[in-house]
């Protein structure tokens, strides 16, 4: 059940899509089922077409065992239906209501339905998605079984009184209900399936829109199918309308299928829908018929029935204030004990936050008081070669300044001396020069008259040369 329940239901995470939801486990058409619960399905097929995000499988367990199998709906707080086998009933009736802890917080470790007074405060969001006692108390209503603990043994009784199987149903409608379910299935559907353990019961319940305390919704139907899966093949749906509590109405499976959802399919091959034992099918509506007319099946003096039916009834409606007182009694001790539980919770959290505050702060102090110490202590040597280090470039620039104002001092005599005392030397040192110079300027002053002189004479030679030959004749050649 632990691999069922926290492996399989997460429609927690559909938390903002979906009233009521708080964690859990969203339930897919494809996939397999109620893992070890399968075993209450025929073929260990579970039904299908359920597929909203608020359908979620439990596989109800006790004392570590499978007990039946329920689909149940978050968004309105009861089961669909609960799949289960009929056994032999227990002589004994002890109701002690139960929770599903994982369906309200998947992540604890308790793996199976518990008390509900035995985990307040210990389970997170207790009745988030799932009805409590206290819904129930001064409604009107009771917790209505849809697998009836009449039709259970010991073990499988006490798993049956679970708010996860329960829906609210008026007194005299459960009463109804519950007689109605136990004489069909004992009178006229065991009787008629040679291998008990092959036959299969799912009963179930189609929500409304009318809801207890605004919470819980309150059937508008309430269905029954069976599937004989034996030698001689049957199958049977039954519908009782919650507003007459007398009504019982037989119908196919098929016709059922169709009331409750247009995919809903209840049985693995419809149960040999097409190789139906009709003498067996014929039997068992005689026999519903007989039940619906408050006949005793199998005898045709039904006094001691109805004596002990109206013995039955006194005793219910006597016994019905009591049990009402009680459960009321059981509530506000549940209450009271919740109120001391959160009580000391906030009382440990104001104690516990105080402590672990003052310790805080104490800490933060002390942590404070040694950082500054620390860094005061590291500061020091720090400080000191800083010191040093400032006294040393100290002594340098003065240094600098002291040598940089001898040489400004210094540099003007100095110069002076230089430059005076290199002047002869330059002065004689230029004399070659000088010479030179002067020599190259007179040179170049005769060459430039020769030169001039030379040129003057060619062009007195070319001007007479070209007047002779202008205006003086030509002779003959030895001329």
């Keep these: 059940r632990e691999c069922t329940m926290k492996t399989s239901i997460v429609f927690l995470l559909c938390v903002s899509l979906f009233p009521g939801f708080s964690q859990g486990r969203v339930v897919g058409e494809d996939e397999t089922g109620f893992a070890e619960c399968n075993v209450f399905f025929p073929g260990q097929v579970p039904p299908e077409g359920f597929t909203e995000l608020f359908h979620v499988k439990i596989c109800q367990q006790y004392n570590k065992e499978p007990r039946f199998a329920t689909l149940y709906s978050t968004k309105d707080k009861i089961p669909l239906y609960s799949a289960f086998k009929y056994t032999k009933p227990s002589q004994t009736k002890e109701e002690n209501w139960l929770v599903?802890?994982?369906?309200?917080?998947?992540?604890?470790?308790?793996?199976?339905?518990?008390?509900e007074a035995d985990i307040a405060g210990t389970v997170a969001n207790l009745g988030a998605n799932q009805a409590l006692t206290s819904d129930y108390v001064g409604s009107g209503y009771e917790r209505g079984l849809l697998n009836p603990s009449l039709l259970n043994e010991e073990d499988f009784q006490m798993a049956t009184y679970t708010l996860t199987n329960a829906v609210p149903l008026s007194p005299s409608l459960s009463e109804s209900w519950h007689r109605d379910i136990g004489r069909v299935v004992e009178q006229a559907l065991v009787p008629h399936c040679s291998k008990k353990d092959h036959l299969y019961l799912l009963a179930g319940a189609i929500p409304s829109s009318v809801r207890v305390k605004g919470k819980v919704s309150v059937p508008e139907t309430l269905w029954l199918a069976a599937c004989c899966d034996g030698p001689e093949r049957w199958s049977?749906?039954?519908?009782?309308?919650?507003?007459?509590?007398?009504?019982?109405?037989?119908?196919?499976?098929?016709?059922?299928?169709?009331q409750l959802l247009s995919r809903a399919h209840l049985f693995k091959g419809s149960c040999g829908k097409d190789h139906q034992s009709q003498e067996k099918i014929e039997a068992i509506l005689q026999a519903v018929s007989q039940i619906r007319s408050g006949e005793q099946v199998g005898t045709s003096d039904n006094q001691e029935a109805k004596d002990s039916g109206l013995v039955r009834k006194v005793a219910g409606i006597i016994a019905t204030p009591f049990i009402k007182l009680l459960e009321l009694l059981i509530y506000v001790f549940v209450e009271l004990v919740k109120l001391v539980f959160y009580f000391l919770w906030l009382v440990i959290k104001r104690v516990g936050g105080t402590v672990l505050g003052g310790v805080c702060s104490l800490w933060n102090g002390l942590v404070s008081y040694l950082k500054a110490i620390s860094m005061v202590l590291i500061s020091i040597p720090y400080d000191v070669g800083r010191v040093i280090v400032n006294i040393f470039l100290g002594f340098l620039e003065i240094v600098q300044d002291v040598a940089s104002l001898t040489?400004?001092?210094?540099?003007?005599?100095?110069?002076?001396?230089?430059?005076?005392?290199?002047?002869?030397?330059?002065?004689?040192?230029?004399i070659p020069s000088v010479l030179k110079d002067m020599?190259?300027?007179?040179?170049?002053?005769?060459?430039?008259?020769?030169?001039?002189?030379?040129?003057l004479l060619h062009g007195f030679y070319y001007l007479a040369g070209h007047i002779v030959k202008r205006f003086v004749p030509k002779g003959s050649s030895d001329d």
Aim: charge should be negative; charged fraction near 20%; aromatic fraction near 6%.
């Design 100 to 115: 599903e802890p994982q369906i309200d917080d998947p992540e604890n470790d308790l793996p199976e339905m518990v008390h």
């Design 407 to 430: 040489y400004r001092i210094l540099r003007i005599p100095v110069g002076f001396v230089l430059h005076l005392a290199a002047f002869p030397y330059h002065s004689i040192c230029a």
């Design 236 to 258: 049977l749906g039954l519908v009782k309308k919650t507003n007459d509590e007398n009504s019982l109405v037989d119908l196919t499976v098929g016709e059922l299928e169709k």
């Design 439 to 455: 020599a190259t300027g007179i040179g170049g002053t005769f060459s430039l008259v020769i030169d001039a002189t030379a040129a």
